[in-house]
């Protein structure tokens, strides 16, 4: 099952494998291990699909209920095994992608308040940022953009 998931989110082919861990959330209490393996995937698989349909219309308790999710799964992801090379290729597609969706959402909400992004989100961001497990050149892009942010956000104080 490790290897399906793995290849299905490296390859970005995510609809059968969604609709087997949906069938599957469904007996999780019999699944050994589904917190920590079977869960996040579907949560990141959920989350990449409400980020496909993210549309112009979402509302800013949407944005933050979202955030809130992406935040969370950062913690979840370093729980996941990674026994294999293509479960930490895995993992690290996961984190880019979700490093890539709170900075989308991010703007979002930045954009319906109509006010810069804050300090503090500035702040959870790039501690989310700081424990995924991404490529060393995907880390350093990720903080660059919020650096990019920072200052823009003191330039206008």
């Given amino acids: ?3 399906l998931m793995a290849d299905s989110i490296i390859n970005d082919e995510i609809e ?3 609709e087997y861990l949906r ?3 469904e007996h999780a209490e019999s699944v050994e291990g589904w917190e920590i393996k079977g869960l996040v995937y579907l949560e990141f698989l959920h989350i990449s699909e409400e980020m496909k349909s993210l549309s112009d219309e979402i509302t800013l308790p949407a944005a933050e209920e979202l955030l809130t999710k992406l935040i969370d799964l950062c913690h979840r992801i370093l729980q996941v095994p990674t026994p294999s090379v293509k479960e930490v290729l895995c993992q690290a597609e996961m984190s880019k992608r979700i ?11 930045s954009s319906l308040t109509n006010t810069a992004t804050s300090f503090s989100t500035i702040r959870d961001v790039a501690q ?10 995907y880390s350093i892009s990720e903080y ?4 990019h942010t920072y200052t823009a956000e003191l330039a206008n104080l």
Avoid: F, G, N
Avoid at 128 to 137: I, K, N, T, V, W
């Fill in 1 to 3: 099952m490790e290897q």
């Fill in 16 to 18: 059968q494998v969604l």
């Fill in 23 to 25: 069938q599957l959330s």
């Fill in 99 to 109: 490093a890539a969706y709170i900075r989308t959402v991010v703007e979002v909400k």
């Fill in 128 to 137: 989310c940022c700081a424990r995924l497990p991404m490529p060393e050149d």
């Fill in 144 to 147: 660059r953009h919020l650096v």
